[in-house]
């Protein structure tokens, strides 16, 4: 069992910052990608930003520049630094790990529970 739990959201005003924090536990051979993913009412869930266990980056176009994904390979973390927040910035924001799991040795693919960013105008 791979468990993922998120902390950071909460209300911010346009123009302001907020860091999303997501920490991995339990059987865990191997983290290769964690990533960031935030669903707003109404809209697909869609991938903010995710980083790989060698450091390789990636980003949605609409946070470019504006967040930054950074990770603690030996701490099975991963955080998200938004800056310059807008109201479309919005939305549920979920963390997910991809690696292998142990006991029996297979892949996962787990999610958070999803944490709320509200970005007022």
Same mark, same amino acid.
């Given at each position: 069992? $791979?468990?993922?739990?998120?902390?950071?959201?909460?209300? $911010?005003?346009?123009?302001?910052?907020? #860091? *999303?924090?997501? =920490?991995?536990?339990?059987? *865990? %051979?191997?983290?290769?990608?964690?990533?960031?993913? #935030?669903? /707003?009412p109404g809209m697909q869930r869609e991938l903010v930003s995710? &980083?790989? /266990? +060698?450091?390789?980056?990636?980003? =949605? @176009?609409? $946070?470019?520049? #504006? %967040?930054?994904?950074? #990770? @603690?390979?030996a701490k099975n973390t991963v955080n998200l630094q938004m800056?310059? *927040?807008?109201?479309? +910035?919005? /939305? $549920?924001?979920?963390?997910? /790990?991809?690696? &292998?799991?142990? =006991?029996?040795?297979?892949?996962? @693919?787990?999610?958070?529970q999803g944490t709320q960013v509200t970005v007022s105008s």
């Amino acid at each position: 069992q $791979v468990r993922l739990v998120e902390s950071g959201g909460g209300l $911010v005003q346009a123009g302001g910052s907020l #860091r *999303l924090s997501c =920490a991995a536990s339990g059987s *865990l %051979f191997s983290i290769n990608t964690m990533g960031w993913y #935030r669903q /707003a009412p109404g809209m697909q869930r869609e991938l903010v930003s995710s &980083i790989t /266990a +060698d450091g390789s980056t990636n980003y =949605a @176009d609409s $946070v470019k520049g #504006r %967040f930054t994904i950074s #990770r @603690d390979i030996a701490k099975n973390t991963v955080n998200l630094q938004m800056n310059s *927040l807008t109201p479309e +910035d919005t /939305a $549920v924001y979920s963390c997910n /790990a991809k690696g &292998i799991k142990y =006991a029996p040795q297979r892949p996962f @693919d787990s999610w958070g529970q999803g944490t709320q960013v509200t970005v007022s105008s």
